[in-house]
């Protein structure tokens, strides 16, 4: 078995498990047939209901799931990137929730205070998204850099401190819709229609431009990281400071700019979030795609075509998990399918540890009696 396979086995092991592992608690719950067509309802929610098309239903039941999915699938993808570029660097970035909450306010209030074309309007809303949430992880990436404190600590302070600013001052005061008069509103303004992202399949589907960035950002990431200089520095910094510093890297410089990159990612969730569907930063984003970001990432193996094989599955399943209460089954199963493969995955981390660390252990020799020494016969 070839290295790539031994890396990617794993994973796809640990996803089939957790299938399996919910499949039979829906069954001990309630009985097979029932596990058996929710997790039928489950794909058709998120890959189309084929059989109704195939009888003559309209392409709508093929074309807004996969949307749906899609649409998904982009933010996980996004925070699952978030994850894996700070963890090249040797940092693991906790703090993509916060990131993408200051993102997507910075991208809600661009999109609806400018006004210019849209051929402008949508590049400028996500850059100033990007931007936001860069320079919220660039705090991390200062204290860890001046001060010695730990990123885990750092970020998950800072997930708060957003969710504080964001969502209990800014969005329901100062940048609150209809701030200074009597409208009892809550959230933004809503952006302008310059600034909404575009949709691919008109009203066949909410399925829009933030999909195809999505997937090329994960393309640019992993030809960052495979055929460029600072990609390869980057991951040289992540694999050994000391020997990358002792190198002439610029292990400072490649650590904040990872993770500046880090939370550019982030906050262009956030844009997608608000510019593609919600269209508005509402009282309070609850969407808890940034913690998701950390599973999809080691999911996929910290690889930037990991991360996105592992968004696209797990995009496709919650997209289709509200399905499944057709047959009253909680519509939370892919939630936990995902919590449980990411269980298995570190499983896996830990057992190859162990194992690694037992198999480079030094062997003693056993020592041999010396013999002893031979008795002249008179």
């Not at 993408?100 to 996500?126: D, I, R, Y």
């Not at 009892?184 to 008109?202: K, V």
């Not at 997209?319 to 298995?344: C, N, W």
Request: charged letters at 15%.
């Amino acid at each position: 078995m070839g290295e790539r396979m031994r890396a990617v086995l794993p994973s796809v092991l640990s996803v089939f498990l957790a299938l399996a592992v919910c499949w039979v608690l829906i069954a001990l719950t309630r009985d097979a047939e029932t596990a058996t067509g929710a997790y039928l309802q489950m794909l058709r929610g998120g890959l189309g209901d084929w059989p109704m098309y195939f009888d003559g239903g309209r392409i709508t039941v093929l074309t807004r799931p996969l949307g749906e999915a899609a649409i998904k699938a982009a933010l996980l993808l996004l925070t699952g990137l978030s994850v894996t570029v700070a963890f090249k660097v040797g940092l693991f970035n906790i703090g993509a929730q916060g990131q993408m909450l200051v993102g997507a306010l910075a991208a809600a209030v661009v999109g609806a205070q400018l006004e210019l074309p849209a051929v402008l309007h949508v590049p400028a809303s996500v850059l100033a998204a990007c931007v936001a949430g860069s320079l919220w992880a660039l705090i991390a990436a200062g204290l860890k850099l001046t001060r010695g404190v730990h990123e885990v600590i750092s970020t998950i302070m800072l997930n708060w401190v957003a969710v504080s600013l964001v969502d209990n001052w800014l969005a329901v005061g100062p940048l609150r819709a209809g701030v200074g008069t009597n409208l009892s509103t809550t959230g933004t303004a809503e952006i302008a229609a310059s600034a909404q992202l575009p949709r691919l399949l008109g009203d066949l589907s909410r399925l829009h431009l933030g999909f195809p960035l999505a997937l090329a950002m994960a393309l640019a990431i992993w030809m960052w990281l495979a055929r460029m200089r600072s990609g390869f520095e980057t991951r040289a910094v992540g694999l050994g400071s000391e020997a990358a510093r002792a190198a002439g890297i610029p292990v400072a410089r490649r650590t904040a700019q990872a993770m500046g990159l880090a939370g550019a990612l982030a906050g262009m969730a956030g844009a997608l979030l608000i510019l593609g569907t919600e269209f508005k930063y509402p009282g309070s984003l609850g969407a808890p795609y940034g913690f998701d970001g950390i599973a999809i990432s080691l999911i996929g193996g910290n690889h930037p075509l990991g991360v996105a094989l592992s968004a696209l599955l797990f995009g496709t399943l919650r997209a289709g998990g509200t399905r499944m209460q057709l047959l009253d089954v909680h519509k939370s199963y892919p939630e936990l399918i995902q919590g449980l493969a990411l269980l298995f995955v570190a499983g896996r981390l830990v057992w190859l540890a162990l194992l690694r660390r037992r198999r480079l252990a030094p062997v003693t020799p056993n020592k041999q009696p010396e013999p002893s020494p031979e008795v002249p016969r008179v």
